[in-house]
C-alpha cells in the first residue's frame, strides 16, 4: 500500500486554516464563571499580608483565594503550594485566584489585591545556588514528600543528584593528551506556544471533577489531582481538545490544579481561567536555564577518552519536573560519540527564578549546546576539523551508551551517514569560513545530535478502533493531537496495516480520560512508537476478529483470508470475500440468523526493558530508541558590527522511516526554527532582584517570518526494529543541534569563543571587545 | 483584555472633536485622542494607561489627507503607517515607518499616534524634524500651525486637549537625498537600539536619532560636527558622538556602552552614505 511516507494532509487541517478549529478557551457554558491570578512582581520575597478587602467589594466577584494552605504539590518532590503561602519564590508565583462572572471583572479585581512584600535576598543563578553562602529558597528541602530514588541534600539548594560513572575516570584521562575544559551557561526561556495555557474545572453535586484543558497529558492531570487532593481518581474526568501547540510546556500539570481550586471556591460551579501571555511566559512552567562545566580529553589522534561533565539544571524555585529534566541531562550527557570513561553530575538546583517544564529536546538541546561547543574547541585544540573530529568518534553499534547500554543498528541508527550527507549538503569543504569582503565572512559550524527518551518503565499507550456501518474505521487514541499530525499519522498506520485508504480511517481529535485509552503524556516524540504500536495491535485485533466471522461465513480457515480495500477475501481467490459493512456490525446469513456483533479491536503498548537507572552509576536501559541526526548552519557574520543573518540551517536526521513526508518536514523545520530562536534570541532577562524584566512579546522575540534561514531537511531512514514500519521519534530532533551548530559557526565567524546563550551580537561584541 | 471600561465618541470634526474633550474633562473623565487604538489596547491591559473616555479622530477628514496642496506635502495623523508606506510620497518616511512594529500592526499604528506615543520610539517624527516640517494643531483655542522643531521636545508639546491634526513639508526636504538605518539586538524585529534618519540638504547633513535616548530627538550640535569639514569623517563622528548627552538608554535591548558602539558605525554608514552622493 501506499499510505506510509505518504504527505498525507493532516485530518484537522481544514478545521484549523479556516479558524474554526476550537481549543480550550474557545468552550463556554451558560453561569461559567472566570478566575484570574494575580501574580508576585518579586523574585524572592515574605508576604506579609494580603488585602483582598477592595477587591471584594466589586460588583460581580464570587471568591478570592487567598493565603490558604493547601496540599503541597510537585511531581517528584512535594515543595510547591499551588498558591503561594507565606513566601514567594519567584517572579511570577501565584498569590491570588479571583473568582467572578466576567473575565474583566477577575482581571479589574485582580488588579486592587494589593500584596505586601518583604523582599529577600535572591538566588539569581544556579552557580549562585551552590555556593556555601546562598540564601535557601527552601529552608526544609529534606523534609518534603518525595519520590523514591529523589535525593535532595539538605539545608542545600540542591533537589536531586544524577550520576554517571562509567568506565574509570582515572583512566580516561591517563589516556588523554588533550583536553579542554569549560563553563557554559545559558538562562530560562519558554516555549512560546501560540495558545497560551486554559483550564476549566467543574465540581458535580455527586464529586465528580470535570476538567477541560489544553494539556500535553491530560490522564496525568487526573493522576496527579488525584494524588494532591486525595481524591478518587476515577471521579476526575479530563477533556483535553486541539491543543496550539506544546512543546514540553503544556505536560507540566499546573493552571487544571487552580482551576480547579478555584470551582472548589466558589462550590463547584464552572470557572475558566486563561493565561494571558505574561502569565504564560512567567508565572506558569518555562524552559529551563542551565550551568554546565564541561571537560573532555582525547588522543593525539582524535579518539575521544574522557568526558567529565557537571550539569546545574536551573529549576527554578519549584523542581517539578526539573529532577527529572536533570536525569536526561544525565542519561545522554554528550554528544553520540563512543566514549569509554565517562563522569558525569547532573543537579537540579533551586533558585528564584521561574520554574521548568519540559522543553521541545527534553534536555538534550541544553546539553547538546554545551558538549559540542566544547566538541569544536577541542578541535580548534588539536588542529583538526571539527567535523572530522565528530567522524571519528561517532557512535557505532556494539558500542555502549553513558548508561552502558550496548547499542545495535536498531537502537542507535547511522551517526557516520548522517555526518557524511551533511558535510555534501553544507559543502563542507569549500572551508569553515569563507571571507566575502573585508567587512563580512561565511562561516559554517556542525553539531552532532541524538536523543533517546527518559519516560518512566510503565508508561503505556492504547488504542480503539471501531467500526461504521459502512465498513469505515474510527480511531481512539489518547495522544492529544498537540498540532504534530501525530493522529493522522496513526491512521495512516492503521490504514496501511488495512490496506485501505487513509481517509476511510476517522480519528477522534478530543481525548476524554473517561472514553479514550490512556496514552501515557503526548511527549518524548513517543507517539508514533507507542501509540503506533498499540494501534497496530488493534488493527489486528480487530482483522483477527473479522477473519473469525467470515472464516465460518465462507468456510475458510482464518489464516487463508485477507483483508483490503474495506473487504475481506479468499487469498487465492480474490473474488470472493466479504465486504467490510457485511461483517463489521455482525453477519446475518440470508435465514435471518446472525453471527458475530460489531467489532473493537483493542490493542496497547508498554515500552520494552526499560529500566531504572542504578544510584550510583546511571547504569540502566532509559528507552527504546535513539534518533540520531547531524546538522549544520550557516551565517553571514559582519565583522564590523558584529551583526549576523543566518543564510543556511541544514538537517540530516536519521529518524528511521518516515511515515508523512511533509509532515515529517515540517515538524524538523519547526524545530529548527524553535532552536535558532533558543539559540539567537530567546532568553529571559533578569534583573538583580530576580525580577523578569522581559516578560511581554513585545520584548521577549520568537523567530519571526522573515527572520528563517534557508532550510534544507534529508532524512536518513535506518529502521527501528520495534517500531510501526521502522520509525523513530521525529517531533524534536531538529532542534537539538541548532543553538550549538549556530554558536560554533559565530565562534569561527567571530574569531572567539563564545560560551553563553542566547547568541545576541551585544554578546560576540562583549567577548571580543573584552578581549581585544 | 481591558479591564477598564471607557466611552468611545467618534466625532466628525475638528470643533466636534475639541468640544467633546472640553466636555468630557470637565466631567472629570480624564479623555484621550484615539487614533490607532494599539496603545490604547496594549498599554491598557497592563495598567499602564487609564482612561474613562476616547475620542477616536479617525473620522475627521483632515486627518485623513495625503495630498499636495500649493506645493506641499499634507499629511494627516490618522493616516496610517501602511498608508504611508503604499502612496510612498515621503520616501524617507516610508523608511523610517516600514521599520516601526511589524505590518499587522502598521495597519493600525497611525502617523500622529506614533508621533505622540506613549513608547518612546516614536520614530516616525525623524523625518519630519529633519524636514523642518510643519505641524498644525487643533486645541480648545482654535488652530495653530508651528514648525516641528519648535514643538517637539522629546514629546510633541501640546496643550490640553490640543491635538496633532496634520503635517506639512516642503518638497525639495521631500525630494533630498536621505537614508534610515535601524539596529535592533538581533535580527530584524524588535525595538530600536537606534535608529538613525539622515537627510541631506545642499552640502548639509541632518541627522535624527531614536531609541538611543529615552526620546527621539535632532541635535544641531551634532549636525555641527557632521558638517565641519576640517576634520575625516571618523573624527567628525567622534565629535558628533561626544556630544551626545548622559542619557543613554541601557535596557533590556542592549546596554548604553553597546548602543554606543552601534551607533558610531550607524552613523558612519549614514554620512558616508550621503557623502557618497557628492562624489
Known amino acids: 500500500m501506499t499510505n506510509i511516507g505518504k504527505s498525507v494532509i493532516r485530518k484537522e487541517a481544514e478545521d484549523k486554516v479556516t479558524g474554526r478549529a476550537k481549543y480550550t478557551a474557545d468552550y463556554s457554558s451558560v453561569g461559567m464563571l472566570f478566575g484570574k491570578t494575580v501574580i508576585s512582581k518579586h523574585g524572592h520575597a515574605r508576604i506579609n499580608n494580603i488585602d483582598v478587602s477592595e477587591a471584594e467589594k466589586v460588583p460581580g466577584v464570587r471568591a478570592i483565594v487567598a493565603g490558604e494552605r493547601f496540599p503541597l504539590t510537585g511531581e517528584e518532590i512535594r515543595d510547591r503550594p499551588p498558591i503561594a503561602v507565606d513566601k514567594i519564590r519567584y517572579h511570577g508565583e501565584v498569590t491570588a485566584i479571583v473568582v467572578a462572572d466576567s473575565p474583566s471583572i477577575a482581571k479589574k479585581a485582580a488588579t486592587l489585591i494589593h500584596v505586601d512584600y518583604v523582599p529577600l535576598p535572591v538566588v539569581n543563578s544556579p552557580r549562585e545556588a551552590v555556593k556555601k553562602s546562598a540564601p535557601l529558597v527552601h529552608e526544609n528541602v529534606a523534609l518534603y514528600e518525595k519520590d523514591e530514588g529523589v535525593n535532595p541534600i539538605p539545608e542545600s539548594n540542591i533537589a536531586n543528584h544524577t550520576k554517571i560513572r562509567k568506565g574509570n575516570i582515572k583512566k580516561g584521562w591517563d589516556q588523554s593528551e588533550v583536553t579542554v575544559e569549560n563553563n557554559f551557561s545559558f538562562p530560562p526561556s519558554d516555549h512560546i506556544a501560540m495558545e497560551t495555557r486554559s483550564a476549566i474545572a467543574e465540581i458535580k453535586p455527586n464529586g465528580d471533577i470535570h476538567i477541560k484543558t489544553s494539556s500535553q497529558a491530560p490522564f496525568m492531570v487526573k493522576e496527579l489531582l488525584s494524588a494532591y487532593f486525595n481524591i478518587e481518581v476515577g471521579k476526575i474526568i479530563v477533556d483535553t481538545p486541539l491543543v496550539g501547540g506544546g512543546y514540553g510546556g503544556k505536560a507540566s500539570v499546573q493552571l487544571e490544579i487552580l482551576a480547579y481550586l478555584a470551582s472548589k471556591a466558589v462550590g463547584g460551579r464552572v470557572v475558566k481561567m486563561m493565561n494571558e501571555r505574561e502569565e504564560d511566559l512567567i508565572s506558569s512552567p518555562c524552559h529551563m536555564g542551565l550551568d554546565a562545566t564541561v571537560k573532555i580529553g582525547c588522543t593525539k589522534e582524535g579518539i575521544l577518552k574522557a568526558a567529565e561533565l557537571t550539569y546545574l539544571v536551573d529549576s527554578g524555585a519549584y523542581s517539578d519536573k526539573a529532577i527529572h529534566l536533570s536525569r536526561a541531562c544525565a542519561v545522554d550527557c554528550t554528544g553520540p560519540y563512543r566514549i569509554d570513561h565517562i563522569w558525569c553530575d547532573s543537579y537540579a538546583v533551586y533558585t528564584n527564578h521561574p520554574y521548568p517544564a519540559p522543553y521541545r529536546g527534553f534536555s538534550h538541546a541544553e546539553v547538546h549546546f554545551v558538549f559540542e561547543r566544547a566538541m569544536d574547541i577541542l578541535a580548534r585544540k588539536l588542529r583538526m576539523d571539527p567535523l572530522e573530529l565528530r567522524r571519528k568518534n561517532a557512535i557505532l553499534p556494539g558500542d555502549t551508551s553513558p548508561t552502558q547500554v550496548v547499542l545495535n543498528r536498531s537502537t542507535v541508527g547511522d551517526v557516520p551517514q548522517c555526518i557524511e550527507k551533511v558535510k555534501e549538503l553544507s559543502r563542507w569543504n569549500e572551508g569553515q569560513i569563507i571571507e566575502v569582503d573585508k567587512r563580512y565572512v561565511r562561516a559554517k559550524g556542525i553539531a552532532c545530535v541524538w536523543k533517546n527518551s527518559t519516560i518512566p518503565p510503565e508508561s503505556s499507550s492504547g488504542v480503539v478502533i471501531t467500526f461504521n456501518e459502512d465498513g469505515t474505521l474510527n480511531l481512539i487514541s489518547g495522544v492529544v493531537e498537540i498540532g504534530t499530525g501525530t493522529k493522522t499519522v496513526l491512521a495512516q498506520m492503521v490504514a496501511e496495516y488495512f490496506r485501505m485508504d487513509t481517509n476511510d480511517v476517522y480519528v477522534r481529535m478530543n481525548v476524554d480520560t473517561q472514553a479514550t485509552p490512556e496514552h501515557w503524556k503526548t511527549v518524548a516524540s513517543r507517539g508514533t512508537l507507542m501509540a503506533g504500536r498499540a494501534a497496530l495491535a488493534a488493527a489486528e485485533d480487530a482483522i483477527n476478529q473479522i477473519k473469525d466471522i467470515a472464516s465460518r461465513v465462507l468456510k475458510v480457515r482464518p489464516d487463508d483470508l485477507e483483508v483490503g480495500n474495506r473487504r475481506i477475501f479468499l487469498r487465492e481467490e480474490p473474488n470472493r470475500g466479504l465486504d467490510f459493512k457485511e461483517v463489521v456490525y455482525g453477519y446475518t446469513y440470508p435465514e435471518g440468523n446472525a453471527i458475530g456483533g460489531q467489532i473493537i479491536g483493542r490493542g496497547n503498548y508498554i515500552l520494552r526493558n526499560v529500566t531504572h537507572l542504578d544510584p550510583e552509576t546511571g547504569k540502566g536501559n532509559p528507552g527504546p530508541e535513539w534518533a540520531v541526526g547531524a546538522q549544520v548552519v550557516e551565517v553571514e557574520f559582519d565583522r564590523r558590527d558584529y551583526t549576523y543573518r543566518i543564510l543556511k540551517a541544514i538537517s540530516v536526521l536519521d529518524i528511521g522511516k518516515v511515515l508523512n513526508y511533509k509532515g515529517a518536514l515540517g515538524q524538523v523545520t519547526g524545530a529548527m526554527c524553535m532552536g535558532l530562536g533558543f539559540g539567537g534570541r530567546e532568553s529571559f532577562i533578569f534583573d538583580q532582584q530576580g525580577r523578569v524584566l522581559n516578560p511581554q512579546l513585545r520584548t521577549y522575540r520568537p523567530v519571526q517570518f522573515g527572520e528563517q534561514p534557508e532550510y534544507i531537511v534529508e532524512f536518513v531512514e535506518t529502521p527501528h526494529i520495534d517500531a510501526p514500519f521502522g520509525a523513530r521519534g521525529a517531533g524534536e530532533q531538529g532542534l537539538l543541534g541548532m543553538p550549538a551548530a549556530l554558536g560554533n559557526s559565530l565562534s569561527v565567524a567571530a574569531g572567539v569563543e563564545l560560551f553563553h546563550l542566547p547568541l545576541i551580537p551585544e554578546s560576540i561584541w562583549a567577548e571580543k571587545e573584552g578581549r581585544e | ?279
Open chain 2, 1 to 279: 483584555m481591558i479591564p477598564f471600561d471607557f466611552e468611545y465618541y467618534r466625532p466628525e470634526s475638528i470643533s466636534e472633536a475639541v468640544q467633546l474633550f472640553i466636555e468630557l474633562d470637565q466631567a472629570g473623565k480624564n479623555p484621550v485622542y484615539f487614533s490607532g487604538g494599539t496603545e490604547i489596547i496594549t498599554l491598557g491591559r497592563i495598567n499602564v494607561l487609564y482612561t474613562n473616555a476616547v475620542i477616536d479622530i479617525k473620522g475627521i477628514p483632515e486627518c485623513q489627507v495625503m495630498d499636495y496642496h500649493e506645493g506641499n506635502l499634507y499629511l494627516g495623523s490618522c493616516c496610517t503607517l501602511v498608508d504611508i508606506e503604499e502612496k510612498n510620497l515621503f520616501p524617507l518616511l516610508t523608511a523610517t515607518s516600514k521599520e516601526v512594529a511589524d505590518h499587522t500592526a502598521r495597519t493600525k499604528i497611525t502617523l500622529g499616534g506614533n508621533i505622540c506615543a506613549n513608547l518612546f520610539y516614536r520614530e516616525a517624527v525623524l523625518p519630519f524634524l529633519l524636514a523642518d516640517s510643519q505641524v498644525i494643531i487643533a486645541g480648545p483655542n482654535g488652530y495653530r500651525t508651528e514648525y516641528i522643531n519648535q514643538v517637539f521636545n522629546q514629546t510633541l508639546q501640546l496643550e490640553r486637549g490640543e491635538f496633532l491634526v496634520q503635517l506639512i513639508t516642503e518638497p525639495d526636504k521631500i525630494e533630498a537625498p536621505s537614508i534610515n538605518i535601524k539596529r535592533r539586538r538581533q535580527w530584524t524585529t524588535g525595538y530600536p537600539l537606534v535608529t538613525v534618519a539622515g537627510l541631506k540638504l545642499g552640502e548639509e547633513i541632518r541627522v535624527a536619532i531614536s531609541g538611543l535616548c529615552p526620546y527621539p530627538f535632532r541635535s544641531q550640535k551634532m549636525e555641527y560636527y557632521i558638517n565641519s569639514q576640517d576634520f575625516s569623517q571618523r573624527d567628525r563622528i567622534e565629535k558628533a558622538l561626544g556630544d551626545v548627552d548622559g542619557n543613554v538608554l541601557n535596557d533590556t535591548e542592549g546596554s548604553d556602552k553597546y548602543r554606543l558602539f552601534i551607533l558610531r558605525n550607524t552613523m558612519l554608514d549614514i554620512v558616508s552614505t550621503l557623502e557618497g552622493e557628492r562624489a
